[in-house]
């Protein structure tokens, strides 16, 4: 289902430059950090660059909608396309969350792939009713 090779080599990868943070107690407390990062980085692309903008209210959904419906009534609140420096800044937060969530599972002797696989088929299974 996913590129073996892709999933595997990065954790792998990880196990292999995991150096200094090797205690289960660092890894989670980097795995909370690099997501606390992760949350900051697209904050600050609101209200730092302003290239992306949160627009929220109370979610009005019409009585009689539908589970499906609501993939359309709901939406994400977000206004605007993330630039390209701020792109960068996420997605090298979200690398850093992969790596730690990668590290911990080479500490507890998981595969990240095939958790991600399973997490998949039970999405599929679910579809809409995932609730997520
Ligand atoms: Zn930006």
Known sequence: MFKEAVYDGFQRTVSETLLF???VLEVLAKTHEATARLNRAVIKSVTGCGCLKISAGKKEI??????ADLRQLLGSHLEGEIC???????ESAIGRSLF?????????????????EKEQKYMRILGIYNLA
Do not use: H
Not at 62 to 67: D, I, N, R
Not at 84 to 90: F, G, H, K, S, Y
Not at 100 to 112: F, G, I, M, V
């Open 21 to 23: 943070n090797r205690s």
């Open 84 to 90: 390209e420096d701020c792109r960068e800044v996420v």
């Open 100 to 116: 730690y969530l990668a590290a911990l599972c080479n500490l507890l002797n998981l595969s990240l792939k095939d958790i991600m």
């Open 62 to 67: 019409p009585p009689g909608a539908t589970l």
